[in-house]
Nanobody, 125 residues
Framework: VQLQASGGGLVQAGGSLRLSCTASGRTFSSNVMGWFRQATGKSREFVAAINWSGDRLRYADSVKGRFTISRDSAKNTLYLQMNSLKPEDTAVYYC???????????????????WGQGTQVTVSS
């Protein structure tokens, strides 16, 4: 089972990026999935999560109104559209999937058993 995150890069403040996370080895179409991030020297923190049908979303306060999480179950892919990026958004972004124990999007990283390798997002001022 593998989650492959992509789409990171270097962008100026105010710019946008779209992250993707593709699952292989099994389908996560019925599972809660989420995005987390870890800046250098800081702990990993919750960014956003989505339930299996996409009608329940949850965001960290720091990204509300700027980031949008979505999924395409047919493609087994999770997305994170990031707009109005700020330098403080600079971090390695990880996608994660719950194994089936929860049904609502959750902010606790310990609810997620499967993790991608991370993609670097750097926002310059």
């Amino acid at each position: 089972v593998q989650l492959q995150a992509s789409g990171g890069g270097l962008v100026q403040a105010g710019g946008s990026l779209r992250l993707s996370c593709t699952a292989s080895g099994r389908t996560f179409s019925s599972n809660v999935m989420g995005w987390f991030r870890q800046a250098t020297g800081k702990s990993r923190e919750f960014v956003a999560a989505i339930n299996w049908s996409g009608d329940r979303l949850r965001y960290a306060d720091s990204v509300k109104g700027r980031f949008t999480i979505s999924r395409d179950s047919a493609k087994n892919t999770l997305y994170l559209q990031m707009n109005s990026l700020k330098p403080e958004d600079t971090a390695v972004y990880y996608c994660a999937a719950n194994g089936g124990s929860i049904y609502l999007p959750a902010p606790d990283q310990y609810d997620y058993e499967y993790w991608g390798q991370g993609t670097q997002v750097t926002v310059s001022s």
